[in-house]
């Protein structure tokens, strides 16, 4: 019984398909295509920071710690509403601070990913970090909390250009457009595709130094984007 009653549902399916796809091929249609585009400022932001641990004046037993370091991280970016979730552990590694020294302890370098949505003390937050301890920092990646909702507008705008093509088209031939027979979404709004090359920051003593005398911090100067959305559309020509 299970088995006819499968057989009868794609039987259904099928002929609902060749019914439609008759209806396409007997109609009066236009073919257009729609598109609408958008420009937005990114309010998220994915810094990839890493830690270095290294030795006070150069001495071997005066070091300061990677967990020493990972707190003042930690508590600067829970002070500035990171979320603890929202603050991970990427790669850890091994280095020596004195290749030429045998039996030279190994130093440990830990790298975080940490997704940020208050950029406004974003600076003050990497003020709170030994910044003998800071290896480097780079911004990884970008995105927006209302994601979702920018995606509908952009397809929503999308269809509307598709119709207002089709009407033009229709009225130079003394018609009109009547119902949509196929939408067709062809855009794919990639937003770690679209976004600009992140860039890298030093955060040696040397370079910290070089950027304080310049008045330089780490550059937040986050510029609009511009997300595009195209689709297809096959509506009744009356």
């Known amino acids: 019984m299970k088995k006819i009653l499968t057989l ?25 295509r729609g598109y609408a585009e958008k420009e937005v400022t990114p309010d998220i932001i994915y810094l990839s920071i890493s830690l ?12 300061v710690s990677i967990e020493t370091l990972e707190k003042q991280l930690f508590d600067a970016a ?10 991970t552990i990427q790669n850890i590694y091994s280095y020596n601070a004195e290749t030429k020294k ?40 970008y995105d927006h909390s209302q994601k979702r909702q920018i995606e509908k507008e952009l397809k929503t705008s999308a269809v509307k250009d598709a119709r207002t093509n089709a009407e033009i088209l229709a009225n130079a031939d003394g018609g009109s457009v009547g119902k949509a027979l196929m939408i067709n979404d062809n855009s794919n709004v990639n937003w770690n595709e679209i976004m600009p090359q992140p860039r890298m920051y030093s ?23 511009k997300l595009t959305c195209n689709i297809d559309a096959v509506f009744e020509l009356k």
């Open 102 to 141: 045998k039996n030279n302890e190994l130093l440990q370098s830990r790298q975080y990913r940490i997704k940020v949505t208050n950029l406004n003390n974003l600076n003050t937050m990497m003020d709170e970090v030994d910044p003998k301890g800071l290896q480097s920092t780079s911004i990884s990646g």
């Open 203 to 225: 955060m040696a003593k040397t370079a910290n130094a070089e950027m304080d005398a310049a008045g330089e911090g780490l550059d937040l100067n986050i510029r609009p984007i």
């Open 52 to 63: 270095k641990e290294y030795y006070q004046d150069g001495n071997s037993k005066k070091k």
């Open 78 to 87: 829970m002070k500035n509403g990171v979320r603890k979730d929202d603050f």
């Open 8 to 32: 009868l549902v794609l039987l259904t399916a099928v002929v609902s398909t060749q019914a439609q796809n008759s209806l396409m091929e007997n109609s009066r249609r236009v073919s257009t």
